[in-house]
Nanobody, 126 residues
Framework: QVQLVESGGGLVQAGGSLRLSCVAS????????VAWFRQAPGKEREFVAA????????NYANSVKGRFTISRDNAKDTVYLQINSLEAEDTAVYYC???????????????????WGQGTQVTVSS
């Protein structure tokens, strides 16, 4: 069974940067999808970015395109989320999630992902 652990969150001033890490354990196959979601207080959990374990495909929410970059280092079993130009609206708990299935994914909604990390808090100060 795949397990995920996020880290790298913290308190950062607006305009700053963070790199979040998601370390995966267990068997991960190239076609599995690993994604980042975030959830701000009082809001629904929303999709941020996703990558296939192979790295051949990535997907971003429109709201983060150009500022966020998802990548992976298979040698370290880690998926990263580089966040640049942080905005107050980026404040949220960020979760790493995995879809451990070869079936194609069409919607990046939380219910499509079967494995979740514990979350890491990103707080952007102004």
């Amino acid at each position: 069974q795949v397990q995920l652990v996020e880290s790298g969150g913290g308190l950062v001033q607006a305009g700053g940067s963070l790199r979040l890490s998601c370390v995966a354990s267990g068997r991960i196959y190239n076609n599995y999808v690993v994604a980042w979601f975030r959830q701000a207080p009082g809001k629904e959990r929303e999709f941020v970015a996703a990558i296939t374990w192979s790295g051949r495909s990535t997907n971003y929410a429109n709201s983060v395109k150009g500022r966020f970059t998802i990548s992976r280092d298979n040698a370290k079993d880690t998926v990263y989320l580089q966040i640049n130009s942080l905005e107050a609206e980026d404040t949220a708990v960020y979760y790493c999630a995995a879809r451990t299935s070869y079936r194609a994914i069409y919607f990046y909604t939380p219910r499509e992902f079967d494995t979740w990390g514990q979350g890491t808090q990103v707080t952007v100060s102004s």
